[in-house]
C-alpha cells in the first residue's frame, strides 16, 4: 500500500474550487499537515468545529484579520489564533482565502488605491509616519511598498469587525427563520393531530 501524503491530489478543473476550499477547511486534512501537527491538539477541539452563535462570528472576523494583515500563509496564522479565542476553525480558515493567488491582484490594487487616497486627503499623515527611521520602522515599510501597506493595514482595521457584525446578524436572522420554520411545522403537527382525533371521537 501507499503511504499518504500531506497535500491533496491536484484536483480536475471542475471540482478545483471546491477541493482548495476543503483543503484548508477539512478536519483530517488539517491534522495531517506536517507545520500544524505540533498545534494539532490545539485546533482540532471538538468545541472549535461546532457552529454556534458566538464561535461562528468570531471565526469570521479572525479569517479577515489573518487574511488581509498577511495575505501569503494567513490559514496558518488564522489556525494559531482561533483556539486562543475561541473562534470556529472552518470558519476561520475558510474566511482567509478572501485573499488567495486568484484575488491577491485585485486586493493589491485596492490597497494601493485607498493608501493613495488616504495620504491624499491627510498628507500630515504621511509626513509624519515618514519622519521615523530604521529598517523595522513605518518609513521603511512605506518606502518598500508605498501606500499598497497602509490599503491593507485599513482592511485589517476596517473588515474583521464589519465581518463580526455582518455575520452575527446573519446568524440571528438564519437562527429566527429557523426557529419560525420550526413554530409553523409544530402548529401544523398540533392541527393535524387535532383533526385526526375530531375524525376518530365524531359519530360513526
Same mark, same amino acid.
Given at each position: =500500500?501507499?503511504?499518504?501524503?500531506?497535500? +491533496?491530489? @491536484?484536483?480536475?478543473? /471542475?471540482?478545483?474550487?471546491?477541493? *482548495?476550499?476543503?483543503? *484548508?477547511?477539512d478536519?483530517?486534512t488539517?491534522?495531517?499537515?506536517?507545520?500544524?501537527?505540533?498545534?494539532?491538539?490545539r485546533?482540532?477541539?471538538?468545541?472549535?468545529?461546532?457552529?454556534?452563535?458566538?464561535? %461562528?462570528p468570531?471565526? $469570521? #472576523?479572525?479569517? +479577515?484579520?489573518?487574511?488581509?494583515?498577511?495575505?501569503?500563509?494567513q490559514?496558518?496564522?488564522?489556525?494559531?489564533?482561533?483556539?486562543?479565542?475561541?473562534?470556529n476553525?472552518?470558519?476561520?480558515?475558510?474566511?482567509?482565502?478572501v485573499?488567495n493567488?486568484?484575488? !491577491?491582484?485585485?486586493? +493589491?490594487?485596492?490597497?494601493?488605491?485607498?493608501?493613495?487616497?488616504? +495620504?491624499?486627503?491627510?498628507?500630515?499623515?504621511?509626513?509624519?509616519?515618514?519622519?521615523?527611521?530604521?529598517? =523595522? &520602522?513605518?518609513?521603511?515599510?512605506?518606502?518598500?511598498?508605498?501606500?499598497?501597506? !497602509?490599503?491593507? !493595514?485599513?482592511?485589517? %482595521?476596517?473588515?474583521?469587525?464589519?465581518? *463580526?457584525?455582518? &455575520?452575527?446578524? $446573519?446568524? /440571528?436572522?438564519? =437562527?429566527?427563520?429557523?426557529? @419560525?420554520?420550526?413554530?409553523?411545522?409544530?402548529a401544523?403537527?398540533r392541527?393535524?393531530?387535532q383533526?385526526? #382525533?375530531?375524525?376518530?371521537?365524531?359519530?360513526?
Amino acid at each position: =500500500m501507499s503511504q499518504g501524503s500531506d497535500s +491533496l491530489h @491536484k484536483p480536475a478543473k /471542475r471540482s478545483a474550487p471546491w477541493a *482548495y476550499l476543503r483543503r *484548508y477547511t477539512d478536519r483530517e486534512t488539517l491534522a495531517q499537515n506536517r507545520i500544524l501537527r505540533p498545534i494539532a491538539h490545539r485546533f482540532l477541539s471538538p468545541e472549535l468545529w461546532r457552529f454556534t452563535r458566538r464561535n %461562528v462570528p468570531r471565526g $469570521v #472576523a479572525l479569517g +479577515l484579520f489573518a487574511g488581509f494583515v498577511i495575505p501569503i500563509g494567513q490559514i496558518f496564522l488564522a489556525l494559531i489564533l482561533a483556539f486562543t479565542v475561541r473562534a470556529n476553525v472552518p470558519i476561520a480558515s475558510g474566511v482567509t482565502l478572501v485573499t488567495n493567488p486568484l484575488t !491577491l491582484p485585485f486586493w +493589491l490594487w485596492a490597497a494601493n488605491r485607498v493608501g493613495h487616497r488616504v +495620504l491624499t486627503i491627510a498628507p500630515e499623515t504621511g509626513a509624519a509616519l515618514m519622519e521615523h527611521d530604521g529598517l =523595522m &520602522s513605518l518609513s521603511g515599510i512605506f518606502e518598500a511598498a508605498g501606500a499598497t501597506v !497602509l490599503g491593507f !493595514l485599513i482592511f485589517t %482595521v476596517l473588515f474583521p469587525p464589519l465581518g *463580526y457584525f455582518i &455575520s452575527k446578524g $446573519v446568524w /440571528r436572522l438564519a =437562527m429566527g427563520r429557523r426557529r @419560525k420554520t420550526r413554530l409553523k411545522r409544530g402548529a401544523l403537527a398540533r392541527l393535524s393531530a387535532q383533526n385526526e #382525533a375530531a375524525k376518530e371521537s365524531g359519530p360513526e
